[in-house]
């Protein structure tokens, strides 16, 4: 079914209103994780691994995964 002119201005409404606010809504975020490493910089080895960085566990507590020392 298609929209009609009315449901079709308030989409392009709303989609301006969202592609105007994303930027702001991405500095708030960065903002957000840059502040939560400097308050809990521990949390910096799981966040790695969750994102597949270089620096996470691999297995069972092993760093890239080397064997334990």
Known sequence: MPLTPDQRRRRDRVELIIRLAAPGL???LAAGERLSRIVDP????Q???QTG??????SAGDRRGTSPR
């Open 26 to 28: 991405n500095l708030v």
């Open 42 to 45: 521990s949390d910096r080895d």
């Open 47 to 49: 966040a790695a691994s």
């Open 53 to 58: 960085g270089a620096e996470g566990r691999t």
